[in-house]
T-cell receptor, first 116, second 109 residues
Framework: EAQVTQNPRYLITVTGKKLTVTCSQNMNHEYMSWYRQDPGLGLRQIYYSMNVEVTDKGDVPEGYKVSRKEKRNFPLILESPSPNQTSLYFC???????????????FGPGTRLTVL | EDQVTQSPEALRLQEGESSSLNCSYTVSGLRGLFWYRQDPGKGPEFLFTLYSAGEEKEKERLKATLTKKESFLHITAPKPEDSATYLC??????????FGTGTRLLVSP
């Protein structure tokens, strides 16, 4: 089954304790992104990657790191989490655009993070 | 600044009562407008992509339309299983997808 998986699905941690949220897709997609979803603000892009070793900042990258060492995996790293990073996080993947037309993104099930 | 505004924030319908959801956008160069459905506790699920004004797409009870300034998601004779949050997003530039805050739809039997 074609899917994007995220782990963990739920995480409660404390301020300053480094954590990693994993993301993996089995569709051989070049493009991957991380979003956070907050009430009243919608989905906002944190980082994106166009292929292995190619990443760039989205709209809200502060406090986050990413890496893309393999095509299928795109982990999100919070080196020193703070309470304002409490949110619902989604990983997504897609094929690259073709003929100027962008393709839909496939989203993972989400990771609910609480930072105390 | 690229912006997407969805209205209404919430909508309650009786089963069979047709209605429309609105997505207004301002973007420097539209490279695609996307509609997603999101159920509680789940990730967004793709519904439609529209690329140019005048384009329409249909899927079961849903029909999406696009003008130069807005898109509508028409829901015909909705059923309770259509209850969800519907998200609109515009592809504003390379790899930048701007989302609206969504419309929460509740369809009562």
């Amino acid at each position: 089954e074609a899917q994007v998986t995220q782990n963990p699905r739920y995480l409660i941690t404390v301020t300053g304790k480094k954590l990693t949220v994993t993301c993996s897709q089995n569709m051989n997609h070049e493009y991957m992104s991380w979003y956070r979803q907050d009430p009243g603000l919608g989905l906002r892009q944190i980082y994106y990657s166009m292929n292995v070793e190619v990443t760039d900042k989205g709209d809200v990258p502060e406090g986050y790191k990413v890496s893309r060492k393999e095509k299928r995996n795109f982990p999100l790293i919070l080196e020193s989490p703070s309470p304002n990073q409490t949110s619902l996080y989604f990983c997504a993947s897609s094929l690259p655009p073709s003929g100027g037309s962008y393709n839909e993104q496939f989203f993972g099930p989400g990771t609910r993070l609480t930072v105390l | 600044e690229d912006q997407v505004t969805q209205s209404p924030e919430a909508l309650r319908l009786q089963e069979g009562e047709s209605s429309s959801l609105n997505c207004s956008y301002t973007v420097s160069g539209l490279r695609g407008l996307f509609w997603y459905r999101q159920d509680p506790g789940k990730g967004p699920e793709f519904l439609f992509t529209l690329y140019s004004a005048g384009e329409e797409k249909e899927k079961e009870r849903l029909k999406a339309t696009l003008t130069k300034k807005e898109s509508f998601l028409h829901i015909t004779a909705p059923k309770p299983e259509d209850s969800a949050t519907y998200l609109c997003a515009v592809q504003a530039s390379f790899q930048k997808l701007v989302f609206g805050t969504g419309t929460r739809l509740l369809v009562s039997p």
